[in-house]
Every structure is written in structure tokens, then in C-alpha cells.
């Protein structure tokens, strides 16, 4: 556990120390947040559609963007660790495997979670509407989607050689799901093959989770989303074991 926590405080430095990397993974985000929630929610008519893209659409989709950065983010550092040699200079020290990976695990959520505090705090103090969040259910949530989705991050950096084509495709493969997902149009207004190609992807079913959870919606209602998400992560984790290269 002390190696653990000495790695993740040294990993969180190193993350630090390029400005840009911490604007675009904490405030950008919240930024966004406050920006849309203050730009429409006083102009936007208060009819149920309007009000459930500000109530539910645009926290969802904001959350959703901190995960999909953050998992890029670590897509992206794996890659460059590896093809500069450093994860092999990594495991020939006296660390196990999974405390190096879980250090760059627990990186990510820790900067996902500042990241949703600050978008909680600001949201309380200037959204301009009654936002009610059950904090931790979504909390919840969103830290089980981000497991599911962390999984294929670790696939995608097990399979891509070069830090140069990783974050690409990474960003291909997730935002690609997230337009799919259901979270700014219904997936019932795909053609038939769209809607069958959705019902595959997890993001589908996090995004069900995450807004029917934010909506108030007990757990029990989504045990198929839960189940969905379980198993992907059960699924990639095991392909990326297989498949993930130290050099």
C-alpha cells in the first residue's frame, strides 16, 4: 500500500507539471458545465424537453466528458511510458505490475473526482436552475461506468504500438459511443442497424444509468445497465491482460 501511494503521489506530480493537462481535465470541464447551464437554462422555454436537457443532458454529458478525458489521458501516458522504455525500467523494480497500473488508475479518479466537486460546488453556487443531484448514487454510477470504460482504454493501450495513434483512435472509439448512446437523441430514432450497433456498446448503458440515477431512479430498475457494465469490465480487463506489452 505504501508503494501504491508513493507511486500515485509521484504520478499526480508528474501530471501537474504540464498546466494544460490539468486545465483541460478540471476546469474546462466545469466550464462547460456553467456555461451551457447559464446560457440556456434562463432563455430555453420550460417545457419538459428543454428542461430535462438542462436538468439531466447536459450534467451527463459533462460527466461523461471528464471520464472520456481521463481515460485518453491514461491511454495516452501508458503508451508513452512504454515506447520510452519506462515500463520496463518499471517492472524490473521491485514494484508488482498492478500497483504501477493501479497508480495511474487512481490518478485518473482522483483528478475525475476534484473535477465533479468543482462542477457540484460551482454548479450550486451559479446554475441557474434547481438541479437536485443524489450525489452519490451518480457518484456511484459514474465510478462504475468509468471502470467499464477505463477496461477498454487499457485494451485500446495494450493493442496500439505508438502514444502518436493511441489517444486518436481512443478518442474515435469512445466519442464515437457516446454519440450512439442515446444521451443526445433516442436511440429509437436510429435506422434498425444503428440501434442494434448501440445496444452493443456500453456507453449505451452507462448513459441510462447515469440519467435515470440523476432523475432519482432506484438501482434496482437498472439491473440490466448494471449487469452490462460489470461485465464489460470484466471482459476488456481480462483482453487487456492478455494482450497488454510491458515493452
Given at each position: 500500500?505504501?508503494?501504491?501511494l508513493?507511486?500515485?503521489w509521484?504520478e499526480?506530480k ?5 498546466p ?10 466545469v466550464?462547460?458545465f456553467?456555461?451551457l447551464g447559464?446560457?440556456l ?5 420550460k417545457v419538459?424537453q428543454?428542461?430535462?436537457?438542462v ?7 459533462t460527466?461523461?466528458f471528464?471520464l472520456v478525458n481521463?481515460i485518453?489521458?491514461l ?6 511510458y ?6 520496463k525500467?518499471?517492472r524490473a523494480?521491485?514494484?508488482?505490475p498492478v500497483?504501477?497500473?493501479?497508480a ?10 476534484a ?8 454548479g450550486?453556487r ?6 437536485q443531484?443524489?450525489v452519490v448514487?451518480?457518484?456511484l ?8 470504460m ?8 495494450s493493442?496500439v504500438k505508438t502514444?502518436?495513434f493511441a489517444?486518436p483512435l481512443?478518442?474515435l ?11 443526445f437523441?433516442?436511440?429509437a430514432g436510429?435506422?434498425?442497424r444503428l440501434?442494434?450497433?448501440a445496444?452493443?456498446?456500453p ?18 430498475a437498472?439491473?440490466?445497465?448494471l449487469?452490462?457494465l460489470?461485465l464489460?469490465?470484466i ?6 491482460s492478455?494482450?497488454?506489452?510491458w515493452e
Amino acid at each position: 500500500m505504501r508503494n501504491l501511494l508513493r507511486l500515485t503521489w509521484l504520478e499526480t506530480k508528474i501530471f501537474l507539471r504540464e498546466p494544460m493537462g490539468a486545465i483541460g481535465t478540471i476546469l474546462i470541464p466545469v466550464l462547460i458545465f456553467l456555461g451551457l447551464g447559464r446560457t440556456l437554462a434562463p432563455r430555453l422555454p420550460k417545457v419538459p424537453q428543454t428542461t430535462d436537457f438542462v436538468y439531466h443532458t447536459v450534467p451527463v454529458g459533462t460527466a461523461l466528458f471528464i471520464l472520456v478525458n481521463a481515460i485518453l489521458s491514461l491511454v495516452t501516458i501508458v503508451s508513452i511510458y512504454r515506447e520510452g522504455g519506462i515500463l520496463k525500467r518499471l517492472r524490473a523494480t521491485p514494484l508488482r505490475p498492478v500497483t504501477i497500473l493501479s497508480a495511474h488508475v487512481l490518478v485518473k479518479l482522483l483528478f475525475t473526482a476534484a473535477t465533479l466537486l468543482l462542477m457540484l460546488l460551482a454548479g450550486r453556487r451559479y446554475y441557474p436552475v434547481d438541479l437536485q443531484i443524489p450525489v452519490v448514487n451518480f457518484t456511484l454510477a459514474l465510478l462504475l461506468a468509468t471502470f467499464a470504460m477505463l477496461s477498454i482504454g487499457f485494451v485500446i493501450a495494450s493493442v496500439v504500438k505508438t502514444a502518436r495513434f493511441a489517444q486518436p483512435l481512443g478518442g474515435l472509439v469512445l466519442y464515437s459511443m457516446i454519440g450512439l448512446s442515446g444521451l443526445f437523441f433516442p436511440i429509437a430514432g436510429l435506422p434498425p442497424r444503428l440501434q442494434m450497433l448501440a445496444k452493443l456498446l456500453p456507453m449505451t448503458y452507462a448513459v441510462s444509468l447515469l440519467r435515470q440515477i440523476l432523475k432519482g431512479d432506484p438501482w434496482s430498475a437498472h439491473v440490466t445497465d448494471l449487469v452490462a457494465l460489470t461485465l464489460t469490465f470484466i471482459v476488456f480487463t481480462a483482453v487487456s491482460s492478455r494482450f497488454f506489452r510491458w515493452e
